[in-house]
């Protein structure tokens, strides 16, 4: 809204609003792809000058120390365009301190080179989150190697890159329709267009939130009336679920644990279920209800990309109207599922970057932590130290110190 609202001002300069008539502009990030060997450069003017352009970005600070991230994470040139030869070339420290892929003297081609670069645009776009993933796992593993300064640069480079990479993957689709919409119509529209056999009064959504399968969680919200039932969320950390990222299974273990549960305590059940996913995610849901003898219970897939809803047995989705109330109610389901889940996730990488991985250990108490910490001064040190050299340590016994290392391997 401010980005719009400052190019209006600009270009219909209206009498009395004077906040945005100067010549500032939001900055872009441009990178000119008919160079030889292109760098992501910030300008504040678009221009039909072939090149590519990224923005506005409203936040300065973030986006520029996202871009110095992002031309160090993927090798890319900093400096001017200068040759080897040419009578005022220097070689740049980049390539020293690793910074650069060093194109400027062969050490990469140009091929390779503008792989690098769509690679960073394509990021840059929002269509490269294994980065960010990749980003995490490294502050957690850094947290808990006691780390901490590391951790902290890490997590301020997350949040550079969420400020300006998550600015551009937004849709804005809620500016074209009105937040509110008619709850009581949109529940009997999902019965007609779904074909349910009774009004989808009570709808439970679940979903799974995970980095590359550690800290998996699934999370259930529940809608009565078309409105959300927070008295009837619930949040599942995964169990069987422990050798990598399997959505499938996650998704099966959690719609098992709820409605197991319910079975057992001549609860009621929900009148219609929500995965967030498409085939594969209400595949493994479906199985996992029809084992337990739930196979007339509703149960449907919406699929985030082209909000696509699928049934079970049905070779083709459903697309409903994007203006309809019943999309908008399934929408706002999945959106807080998908909420809560990530929220109970964040919650627990928090705890884990605040503990260390010596506070599992059965035995070991705060001093004999801190006198561990104090020798060696990182659990990765000590784990590669040996039982004898633990034993140097006081009040740690051989029997202790071979309970360490195995608890640390």
């Known amino acids: 809204a401010l980005l719009l609202e400052g190019k209006m001002i600009k270009e219909l300069r209206p009498r009395y609003n004077i906040s945005f008539r100067d010549d500032k502009r939001f900055l872009l990030v441009k990178v000119r792809m008919q160079d030889p060997f292109p760098r992501f450069e910030l300008a504040r003017i678009k221009k039909d000058d072939g090149a590519r352009y990224f923005g506005p970005f409203a936040h300065s600070g973030s986006l520029r120390n996202a871009v110095d991230f992002i031309t160090r994470q993927f090798g890319l040139r900093s400096c001017r365009a200068v040759i080897p030869g040419e009578e005022d070339y220097r070689h740049c ?26 690679a960073a645009c394509a990021f840059l776009e929002g269509r490269r989150k294994d980065l960010l993933a990749e980003l995490e796992r490294e502050m957690i593993e850094a947290s808990e190697r006691l780390e901490f300064e590391k951790a902290a640069q890490i997590r301020d480079s997350l949040s550079d890159l969420r400020r300006t990479v998550g600015a551009r993957t937004r849709k804005f689709s809620r500016d074209h329709f009105p937040r509110s919409f008619d709850r009581t119509a949109a529940v009997s529209e999902l019965q007609e267009h779904l074909r349910l056999p009774r009004t989808p009064n009570v709808i439970e959504g679940f979903d799974i939130s995970n980095i590359s399968g550690t800290l998996a969680v699934a999370s259930m919200v529940q ?36 409605y197991s549960r319910l079975l057992r305590e001549g609860q009621a059940l929900p009148d219609l279920i929500l995965i967030d996913g498409g085939k594969g995610q209400l595949n493994a849901a479906c199985r996992q209800l029809w084992g337990m003898g739930m196979e007339d219970l509703p149960i449907l897939g919406l699929a985030k990309r082209n909000e696509e809803v699928f049934l079970p047995g049905e070779s083709e989705p459903i697309v409903l109207d994007r203006t ?18 990530l929220t109970y996730h964040r919650e627990l990488r928090r705890k884990r970057i605040q503990n260390s991985v010596l506070d599992d250990l059965p035995g070991l108490g705060v001093k004999r932590k801190a006198l561990l910490l104090q020798h060696f001064g990182s659990v990765e040190q000590i784990r590669s130290a040996t039982v004898e050299e633990l034993c140097a340590v006081p009040g740690i016994g051989r029997k202790f110190a071979e309970q360490v290392l195995q608890h640390l391997r």
């Not at 020293?96 to 390779?112: L, M, N, T, Y």
């Open 93 to 118: 420290m980049d390539d020293i301190i690793r910074h650069c892929s060093a194109p400027c003297i062969g050490k990469v081609d140009q091929a390779e080179y503008r792989e690098r670069v769509e």
């Open 223 to 258: 809608f009565v009336g078309g409105r959300p039932n927070k008295a009837g969320y619930r949040r599942f950390r995964i169990k069987t679920v422990t050798d990598g990222p399997d959505d499938f299974r996650m998704m099966a273990e959690a719609v098992e644990r709820r």
């Open 324 to 341: 309809s109330s019943g999309l908008r109610l399934l929408q706002q389901l999945r959106d807080e599922a998908h909420r809560f889940a």
